[in-house]
């Protein structure tokens, strides 16, 4: 198989021109995270691909930078940046376990991404590193053990063929408690996208 980076550089433009498979289950989302951002806050998002989410984000926040792992995706989301004018919205190129700071953000978020990670629970204990007490983790994860289970053999065939990326398989349960041994607190949780097994959760930093 195929590394991570090689994988999205080499389906970038496919998966940057493809359309959101549940506009309403995004927007419901949006909406959401939305509530939980402030005009004076920070935020960090992890895993942005081509740059849809941080666009519609960074107008509610003063400072908005996203990451992702692939090259190809950031220069996408760079070009779809500069043209609707996201003047306080920065990209960089980034893997999950790179060190983002101690208490540097007011919100950290990483969306349709830690069912990618190769370890998630490394992932969610180095956003709440990141985040300032108070703040909060902000995810959506697929749960392919809630649902979908015919969806696993297919993957296995797709990925060893190179069109799928690895994907960890784990429940909501277990993503709950990834986030509570990270230190953070479950302030809310939804099923935005329940077809899909996408988890939405909200999680605060102890104090």
Same mark, same amino acid.
């Given at each position: 198989m195929i590394g991570a980076e090689t994988?999205?550089?080499?389906?970038?433009? $496919? %998966? *940057? /021109?493809?359309k959101t498979p549940d506009p309403a289950a995004y927007d419901a989302t949006l909406e959401r995270v939305a509530a939980h951002l402030g005009p004076d806050h920070k935020v960090l998002e992890l895993g942005c691909g081509p740059g849809t989410t941080p666009i519609r984000l960074s107008p509610l926040v003063?400072? %908005?930078?996203?990451?992702?792992?692939?090259?190809?995706?950031?220069?996408? +989301?760079?070009? $779809?940046? $500069?043209? *609707?004018?996201?003047?306080?919205l920065t990209f960089r190129q980034a893997r999950l376990e790179d060190d983002f700071g101690e208490d540097a953000y007011d919100s950290v978020l990483a969306f349709n991404l830690l069912h990618l990670a190769?370890?998630? /629970? /490394? +992932?969610?204990?180095?956003?709440?590193?990141?985040?300032?007490?108070?703040?909060? &983790?902000?995810t959506k994860s697929g749960c392919l053990k809630d649902g979908?289970?015919?969806?696993?053999?297919?993957?296995?065939?797709?990925? $060893?063929?190179?069109? +799928?990326?690895? &994907?960890?398989?784990?429940?909501? &349960?277990?993503?709950? /408690?990834?986030?509570?041994? *990270?230190?953070l607190k479950i302030v809310e949780t939804g099923w935005y996208s329940r077809k899909a097994g996408a988890r939405f959760v909200v999680a605060r930093k102890s104090r």
């Open positions: 994988f999205w550089d080499s389906v970038a433009e $496919r %998966y *940057a /021109a493809r003063a400072q %908005y930078e996203a990451t992702d792992i692939s090259g190809a995706l950031l220069t996408i +989301a760079r070009r $779809r940046a $500069r043209e *609707a004018g996201a003047a306080n190769a370890d998630p /629970a /490394a +992932a969610l204990r180095n956003m709440a590193r990141s985040v300032r007490p108070g703040g909060h &983790v902000i979908q289970r015919w969806l696993r053999p297919v993957l296995w065939v797709l990925q $060893r063929l190179g069109k +799928a990326p690895d &994907v960890h398989i784990m429940s909501s &349960v277990e993503l709950d /408690a990834m986030h509570e041994a *990270a230190g």
